[in-house]
């Protein structure tokens, strides 16, 4: 448990579950007790009733309009988060013994290898482990498999602070992508996917929702010992009512979602994650005091990570931010050091407290 000492607004940098936007949870308070004269909570309602089904429209349209989603593309909402995802996208697309591509960038990617090589062959198209993963491999080092049943990336590795800021050709190879960390920080061209999946207590929702938006031709009937609930096809067919769905969190998404329209849509969510990250970025880069060793042209613009150069002193700097109510910067147990994760919902004002605080802790322990 975090003490805060400080009378200053509090920021909080979590990878996942991670900060929502504050306008949302105000309006879910209002909303709590009854929704909308509907006598009830949302959390009350029936699912297959009018009046969810309705919230429930509403928010798959918003998600499709936000991102652009082309007509041939279903959106669901499931349930189980991404890991769930690793080991359901090849039950769903491919057969035993399938050969997949893989691109292998950090933690994220690894997982998601470790899970599906249970159900299929993965070839490692591309890997950013001879540099220590502080780079995305650019094409030209990319080994696809001609006739491979998809490509899957990983557009933002949370845990190792890179992102894709470009998307690999794999011509006739549906890519699939897990976006769990950066769904809804850019704009997307959706129609260069076969599946896009992303778990939503990143920059979406509540967790435990997962979005999946694929193609309709991929809609391919599941391997048969797919729980009927994971399989795609059988969710896609029956518009999400197969099983009782994550009710209230499809409610909290749906509010994201209007919320994310009311700031202008995602280019506009784009330019303002760009501006808070590269700030962070220079600041880091312009102290000694502070390291960030991926490649600049990589770098994550949702989760920042760095290190101090005295390793030794990261104890103290996580304990002196967390007083100042600058929360959970604490890098992923897997790699380390800082990370601050600045999804849409954080202010531009935390980014420019953080740096303040790197400043001003740069100073009294130089
Ligand atoms: C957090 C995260 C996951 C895991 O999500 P769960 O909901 O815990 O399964 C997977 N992929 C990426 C990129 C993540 O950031």
């Known amino acids: 448990m975090v003490c805060i000492s400080s009378s200053e607004p509090v920021f909080n940098f979590a990878a996942g579950p991670g900060m929502m936007p504050r306008d949302v949870l105000r309006q879910a308070r209002e909303e709590l007790l009854e929704w909308q004269r509907s006598g009830m909570s949302v959390m009350e309602m029936p699912f297959s009733g ?37 080991a359901l996208l090849p039950m769903n697309l491919l057969p035993a013994g399938a050969t997949t591509d893989y691109a292998d960038t950090g933690h994220w990617s690894r997982k998601a290898i470790a899970e599906a090589s249970r159900y299929v062959r993965i070839n ?46 794999t011509g006739e190879v549906p890519l699939v992508a897990d976006m769990t960390s950066d769904f809804l920080s850019r704009p997307l061209a959706v ?6 999946y992303a778990g939503a207590q990143k920059n979406i929702g509540p967790a435990g929702l997962t979005i999946v938006i694929i193609r309709d ?23 999400g009512r197969f099983n009782t769905p994550l009710t209230y969190a499809v409610y909290i998404a749906g509010l994201v979602f209007q919320w994310l329209k009311r700031q202008g849509g995602l280019s506009v969510m784009a330019e303002c994650n760009r501006r808070k990250s590269a700030k962070l970025y220079e600041a ?17 613009r949702m989760n920042v990570c760095f290190h101090l150069a005295d390793d030794a002193l990261t104890g103290e700097f996580l304990r002196q931010a967390s007083e100042q109510g600058l929360l959970h910067l604490k890098g992923h147990p897997a790699v380390g050091g800082v990370r601050a994760s600045l999804y849409n919902a954080m202010p531009e004002a935390g980014v420019d407290a953080l740096i303040a605080f790197l400043h001003a802790f740069a100073a009294r322990h130089a």
């Open 50 to 86: 009018e009046v969810f089904q309705a919230i429930q429209q509403q928010a798959q349209q918003d998600l499709r309009e936000l991102l652009g989603v082309p007509a041939d593309y279903r959106i669901l909402f499931l349930q189980g988060g991404a890991s769930a995802q690793f």
């Open 124 to 169: 490692v198209a591309a890997s950013g482990a001879a540099r220590d993963y502080r780079q995305i491999p650019t094409q030209a080092d990319w080994q696809l498999t001609p006739g491979a049943g998809y490509c899957h990336i990983t557009s933002n590795e949370t845990a190792d602070g890179l992102a894709y800021h470009w998307l690999p050709e």
């Open 191 to 196: 129609e260069r996917f076969g599946v896009i």
């Open 217 to 239: 031709d991929l809609l391919r009937p599941a391997r048969p010992e797919t729980p009927s609930a994971f399989s795609y096809r059988v969710q896609a067919e029956s518009n």
């Open 284 to 300: 880091i880069d312009g102290s000694d005091f502070y390291l960030c060793r991926s490649c600049a042209l990589d770098r994550s």
